[in-house]
């Protein structure tokens, strides 16, 4: 047995490591089968039109509500519409326009710098494989798995607290670290329901399985071994009649 020597475990070794266990998959499979019919809208929930306007919505999303970035972006996508755009943006202005998703100092500061990145190593372009992504400023393996599946059309799994939270309850893994959990969720899942699978336990994360979770309403109670599921509420109880003639 090779000695361990504490460095990070090379993926491919991960996986060679634990070979899928096909009652989990099966449980999986079923899972996702009951998620994706209650949720029919799984899908990204951030609004954009091209790979590059998905990045930036997503490098803004951190912190911040969906719906809140949506509004800023329909402004921004017009005026910001390249990389150059970003990148040339006199300062002040482009925190001015990012100012309601919050962190917009940082956040513009991100956006210049990934730019940038595009502008001396892509030429302008959102490059579409994960390594290429994850060298540019401020962007992780959750938001270039986002870009990768949503805007590609490529196999990612992305790993947000949602499908953090819902994967340990329901017992897909047993890890704690997003890049365990995503190479578990990948062992689990065939390669052509990576995406469907990230975008059903990100709704499911904010509908249902939240951090309280709603046990009662949930669609996949019985395949779920979590052992502190939610009970329904109690009937309020009816006031007890006085009793007559027991008077001091
Ligand atoms: S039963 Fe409860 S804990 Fe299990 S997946 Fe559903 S909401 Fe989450």
């Known amino acids: 047995m090779p000695a361990r020597t504490g460095a990070k475990r090379p993926r491919a070794a991960a996986k060679a490591a634990r070979p899928p266990d096909p009652a989990l998959r099966g449980r999986a499979a079923a899972i996702l089968a009951r998620l994706a019919k209650a949720y029919p809208d799984w899908g990204p929930t951030l609004e954009f039109s091209s790979p590059l306007e998905l990045l930036v919505a997503t490098i803004l999303a951190a912190q911040a509500q969906d719906e809140r970035i949506n509004q800023v972006t329909r402004g921004l996508f017009h005026k910001y519409r390249t990389a150059a755009d970003y990148a040339a943006a006199p300062p002040g202005e482009l925190e001015r326009d990012i100012k309601a998703t919050g962190f917009y100092n940082q956040k513009a500061k ?13 030429g302008g372009e959102v490059p579409s494989e994960m390594d290429a992504l994850t060298k540019l400023h401020g962007v992780g393996r959750k938001t270039a798995s986002i870009v990768l599946g949503a805007a590609f059309g490529i196999p990612s799994v992305a790993v947000d607290r949602h499908v953090a939270r819902v994967a340990g309850r329901l017992r897909l893994s047993r890890a704690t670290d997003p890049d365990r959990i995503e190479e578990d ?33 949930c669609p996949v109670i019985a395949l779920c071994p979590y052992p502190k599921k939610t009970k329904p509420p109690r009937a309020t109880p009816r006031p007890s009649r006085p009793r007559a003639g027991r008077g001091r």
């Open 110 to 122: 991100a956006l210049r710098a990934m730019a940038r990145g595009l502008l001396d190593g892509h």
């Open 185 to 217: 969720l990948r062992g689990v899942y065939p390669k052509k329901d990576w995406v469907r699978a990230t975008w059903c336990l990100v709704l499911h994360g904010r509908r249902i399985c939240r951090p309280t979770p709603l046990c009662p309403e």
